[in-house]
């Protein structure tokens, strides 16, 4: 996507281009520092209006450094407690409690909200629950699917409420907005995972596994 929009750039908005590559015309030279230049590192293109000026300011790839450092650090983070078994011990923990179907659901939930603050890593909070709780969900008579929606309302959509998780530092890094400031706006987001206990507690849409019948 960035290397196209460098294409349609040249194409579109040479003068532009060239502005930024610190040069007069477009030529290869001034179109290459531009396209560079504006993947990389700091660019703005001055204009009248100070509403626009802010619009056409970038950071580039180094404005996201401190971001991407985050993230990095939350993925080792999360690989480590992945490696030395910790994730699997919080989500057994949380597989005892499930003694009846509303408690299997709540845990998984639970389960995948623990993993996206301590794992800090979206992935690991859906893949380490659905590996532990699948023979559960099996043993109850219960569709896989139930578990695949569990582990999108609760793993997946809650992640951007972290602001350490990777999700949520790649958002806030974008939007340039704090996670504590969007929280509050994001419905749907800590919603998800009420709604799936509410249907969990009064069986709504709780899909039972086929049953077959041998000839």
């Not at 040069?23 to 001055?46: C, Q, R």
């Not at 699997?88 to 923990?93: G, V």
Request: with cysteine; glycine share 12%.
């Amino acid at each position: 996507g960035t290397l196209l929009g460098g294409v349609f750039a040249l194409i579109f908005q040479p003068e532009i281009v060239a502005n930024i590559g610190g040069g007069t015309a477009l030529n290869f030279e001034s179109g290459y520092k531009g396209i560079l230049n504006a993947i990389t590192v700091d660019t703005a293109i001055a204009t009248d209006d100070p509403a626009l000026n802010d619009l056409f300011s970038s950071g580039g790839m180094s404005g996201m450094l401190g971001t991407i450092w985050l993230i990095v650090c939350a993925m080792v983070f999360g690989g480590i407690m992945d490696g030395i078994g910790a994730l699997e011990r919080i989500t057994e923990s949380l597989l005892k409690l499930a003694k009846t179907t509303f408690g299997l659901f709540a845990s998984t939930v639970g389960s995948c909200l623990a993993l996206n603050v301590t794992a800090s890593d979206q992935y690991l909070a859906i893949v380490v629950p659905g590996k532990m709780f699948s023979k559960a969900y099996e043993e109850r008579g219960l569709a896989p699917e139930n578990l695949s929606r569990s582990l999108e309302d609760s793993g997946t959509v809650t992640s951007v409420l972290v602001p350490w998780n990777t999700c949520g530092a790649y958002h806030s890094g974008v939007l340039g907005v704090g996670v504590g400031e969007y929280a509050l706006y994001a419905v749907f987001n800590w919603l998800s995972p009420i709604m799936t206990l509410l249907f969990a507690a009064f069986r709504i849409k709780i899909k039972q596994l086929a049953t077959t019948t041998g000839q």
